[in-house]
């Protein structure tokens, strides 16, 4: 069977997750036996970003294909705001009643995601000029998708073509997946970036040293209205104050269209600690953003502009 570059591998039947809690310290492989371990890996973030859950998600149900119903309660449980978990468990629950492999299928949902990763990241690339600076949120990478990545896809391949000069990189509060994960990822692909706090990104862009915003996504409404990592609306408002586009880069797996508007998304709150152990904290893991201070949402079917029709 096809084993995955990137951070999920199946290997012989058994499934592996590069633990992102560890990076970018370490490059720990943790090994899943049963469902509920990918359960617990995904609820602390060992695998994350929307469509790597899903795609972990999918070959969680292949190690317990002899009690899906069970498995896939718990798995779809474990966060609430990525549509792409309800996704690929739908996905692996048609390919079961179709009586197929469900680790062929989850191999066939993960080359799928790549595919799309790369024909967004063609479509988004487009959209920028030259030698731009372009600001991004949390971690959209191969790390996020098992691919090729979302938002940090579309960067690549636009510092490729020579339109990138360099990257701001919100470092991401509360679990630092920006100055960790994407600071991680750029490293590797050799792209010029500096990480900021997230309460910079009004200065940056008062002082117009942003050309341009991409962010990834969670679960985009039938209406546009986008949820992501905490902070991107407010990147959003400070970059329509700014007139810089906003853009989300996403598969069409991260859009509901059972989800009318951003007001129906369900927002995961996470521990209090993980923001502080000195005091009473809150910790919603995810805010959205009105669809109307986004310039365009881009899917693998192209570069999408309100009002919004994303049929798949
Ligand atoms: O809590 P996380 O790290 O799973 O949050 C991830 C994000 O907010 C990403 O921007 C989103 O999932 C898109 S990943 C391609």
Not at 33 to 59: F, K, M, Q, S, T
Request: charged share 25%; glycine share 8%; net charge negative.
């Amino acid at each position: 069977m096809r084993s995955m570059s990137g951070p999920i591998r199946w290997r012989d039947g058994r499934l592996e997750l590069l633990d992102q809690t560890r990076l970018p310290d370490e490059e720990i492989w943790l090994r899943c036996e049963r469902a509920e371990d990918v359960a617990d890996a995904i609820r602390r973030l060992a695998v994350r970003g929307a469509p790597a859950i899903g795609i972990a998600a999918a070959y969680g149900l292949a190690l317990d294909a002899s009690r899906f119903d069970e498995a896939a309660e718990l798995l779809g449980s474990t966060r609430p705001t990525a549509v792409n978990l309800a996704w690929a468990i739908e996905r692996q629950r048609e390919a079961r009643e179709a009586g197929a492999d469900l680790a062929e299928n989850a191999d066939r949902l993960a080359g799928d995601q790549l595919e799309s990763d790369r024909r967004m990241a063609e479509h988004g690339a487009r959209l920028f000029g030259s030698g731009e600076r372009v600001l991004t949120h949390c971690n959209t990478g191969a790390l996020a998708t098992g691919g090729y990545g979302t938002a940090i896809g579309v960067i690549k391949t636009a510092f490729d073509a020579g339109k990138v000069e360099r990257v701001w990189v919100d470092e991401t509060r509360p679990l630092l997946q920006g100055s960790r994960l994407t600071a991680w990822e750029l490293d590797n692909a050799e792209i010029p970036f500096k990480v900021v706090t997230d309460s910079s990104v009004g200065t940056l862009m008062s002082q117009g040293l942003v050309d341009r915003v991409v962010v990834g996504a969670d679960r985009i409404a039938a209406n546009g209205d986008t949820a992501n990592k905490i902070g991107t609306y407010t990147v959003a408002v400070v970059a329509a104050r700014h007139g810089v586009p906003f853009h989300v880069a996403a598969p069409l797996s991260t859009v509901d269209p059972d989800t009318p508007s951003g007001t129906h998304i369900p927002i995961e709150r996470r521990n209090p600690t993980e923001v502080t152990t000195h005091a009473n904290a809150e910790n919603w893991a995810f805010d959205v953003t009105p669809a109307e201070l986004i310039a365009s949402i881009i899917t693998e079917a192209g570069v999408h502009e309100p009002p919004y029709d994303f049929a798949r």
